[in-house]
């Protein structure tokens, strides 16, 4: 099907742990973004990406890493995850342009213990 | 720093009445502003979109947009119950968006 897609939806992981979010989309965009969303902040953005093997940095991006190696794909790393990482976590997607409609992916929620 | 304000609400509206959403962001240069539904437990969704100054129509959604006042709201007629969610504005530049905290809506029948 046709879409953005984030696994896995679920995940609980120990502090300290590397552990990778996974975002794939269908439409060929060229643009995509990792947020986080938690209680009281709203959506922060962490990462995006202009195409594939260029990324940059958002608001809240310390303690992540980010590759694009394909278009389609935008995965998200915590390398050593912290309990304030605990958040939903989504992908989104848009194409080129200063009309820049964003598509959000269905999310994961992460728990670090 | 950008910013986008909204009020968390709740907003509490009766079905069948106008629920008037109000969204002020702080970069005067933005070009481009949505609005975005999202449900409990789900992920946002985008709803109205608009880019010049004046009034959007799209069913029963209408966002208006005024760059002067560095203003966008969102009505919706005749609320339903199930348009009872967070509504998100989003006020973007080139490519990237900053998000509010978003407004609750309560329909009750």
């Known amino acids: 099907d046709a879409g953005i897609t984030q696994s896995p939806r679920y995940k609980i992981t120990e502090t300290g742990r590397q552990v990778t979010l996974m975002c794939h989309q269908t439409?060929?965009?060229?643009?995509m973004f990792w947020y986080r969303q938690d209680l009281g902040h709203g959506l922060r953005l962490i990462y995006y990406?202009?195409?594939?093997?260029?990324?940059d940095k958002g608001e809240v991006p310390d303690g992540y890493v980010v590759s694009r190696s394909k278009t389609e794909n935008f995965p998200l790393t915590l390398e050593s995850a912290t309990r304030s990482q605990t958040s939903v976590y989504f992908c989104a997607s848009s194409g080129a342009g200063v009309r820049n409609e964003q598509y959000f992916g269905p999310g994961t929620r992460l728990t670090v213990t | 720093q950008k910013e986008v304000e909204q009020n968390s609400g709740p907003l509490s509206v009766p079905e069948g009445a106008i629920a008037s959403l109000n969204c002020t962001y702080s970069?005067?240069?933005?070009?481009?502003f949505f609005w975005y539904r999202q449900y409990s437990g789900k992920s946002p969704e985008l709803i109205m979109s608009i880019y010049s100054n004046g009034d959007k129509e799209d069913g029963r959604f209408t966002a208006q947009l005024n760059k002067a006042s560095q203003y966008v709201s969102l009505l919706i007629r005749d609320s339903q119950p199930s348009d009872s969610a967070t509504y998100l504005c989003?006020?973007?530049?080139?490519?990237?968006?900053?998000f509010g905290t978003g407004t609750r809506l309560l329909v009750s029948p």
């Open positions: 990406s202009a195409a594939a093997d260029i990324t």
């Open positions: 989003a006020v973007g530049g080139f490519q990237k968006l900053v």
């Open positions: 439409w060929s965009h060229s643009y």
């Open positions: 970069d005067r240069v933005s070009q481009s």
